[in-house]
């Protein structure tokens, strides 16, 4: 009898602390974005197809509700060494990949670890994405989300609200970010839309496939004239490619409902 | 008799503590604990965990191909046979390179065409270095059988062409790669730019031709350049 409560304590004591510190481990490598359940809707895209305006359902996904930060995508770094600096390929990366960060595996204190990570690639973001078991998000459910300010699903085409996204896209990136949930959190509780960063999404060229729309026909194909912070997010989203990076463009990740 | 439901309940509290601090952190930690194993990054892997036949492949592709080759890429794709194949297969062929899916009546057989004016185009004791490659947008109805038929409707000979069909994921990477750009119509058909693309014997992209109209000389001058 005793000699049984005593293998059994034994065993508990040697299983117990080992699981306590793989977990704190993992936890110490990966902290992983909170997501908020969007519910979907219907989203009616800036440019026609085909001439007519197309609706598109969006399905019931999750959010995280802030951007990738330095910090995180540094886990990430660390635990995939082929996506640091000096080891990227060109063609999943152009030259100015991580250009802000101090070295390889170090930010430095140029840059805020809380703030959202700039300067990677649709393919690095992508990467990200299925390293913590989520996706890029869709333009559309990106869009869709975007939709929304701070007291309403949207979309909010008043003057005022207009003239204030026009405003923060003109505006100058300040030398150092500050950190993600810094700007405002919209009606679907997601922080930062509009106001910090530009975020890729999974197929962000899609929108404006025969490049006329914004390049040369102007509003011609448009649905929504009143919509020009739109035009301003598509016509940058055209001029990039998958290895682009640049200091003001980010990513946050999405996911399915199983 | 007291003494063995003692040992019992301990035991059972035992593996349920065992058990939930090993499904806390989830499957995240299984494909964490993979990935750095296999440094790779991409959902695929986490779908196909098993396959380790995929991994070694991953690997000996990040190491040997050069920075702008394609074939870095890790996509996992489906010939018209219904076979696994890898991009790294076309290595040291010159690769002829469109997407597509088999339902377009537009613009696709006008680039399935052009492409064959560019076989038709290439020296007959040199077609044996060159691969045409179509691959399909529209992994939900171009199945391998649809894309077999769609090659012998075509007559395109199998030991040059290829006919290829992924996931999602894979067929936008690609698609970012070469810089060619779709979505998907609520009709189910897509709206497309339309682009072949000439890849040398290491991967890498050496000339595209942009739109619907096949510019012959500079596609001979591409083919007379590639070594």
Known sequence: MKTGFFLIIIIIMMICPLQISAQSN??????????????????????????????KQIKHFYMDI???TNEQFLQFVKSNPEWSRSNVKKIFAEQSYLKDWQSDFNPGNKVNPNAPVTYVSWFAAKAYSGWVGKRLPTLAEWEFVAMADENSPGPNHSKTYNEKLIRWYLKELPAKLPNVMSTYKNYRGVYDMFGLIREWTFDFNSANINGTAICGGGSAGATDLKNYPAFLRYGFNSCLSGNSTLANLGFRCAKDIK | MKKYFLIIALLIL????????????????????????NTSITTREVAKPDDDDCCKVVNSTTTNYSDMSLYQSDGNWTDQNGTKIDLGKFKNKKVVIAMFFASCMSACPVIVNDMKRIEAKIPKNKLSNYRFVLVSIDPERDTPQVLKKYAEERSLNYERWTL?????????ELGMMLGFKYSKNENGGFTHTNLISFLNRKGEIIYQNDGLELDMNSVTKTIASLN
């Open chain 2, 14 to 37: 035992m593996t349920g503590i065992a058990y939930i601090s090993g499904t806390g952190s989830s499957n995240i930690k299984d494909v964490d604990q993979r990935t750095i194993k």
């Open chain 1, 26 to 55: 993992e936890s110490a490598k990966k902290s992983v974005t909170k997501m908020v359940y969007i519910k979907g809707g219907n989203y009616i895209p800036l440019f026609k197809k085909n001439g007519s305006a197309e609706k």
């Open chain 1, 66 to 68: 802030h951007a990738v």
């Open chain 2, 164 to 172: 290829l069909t992924g996931s999602k994921d894979d067929i936008m």
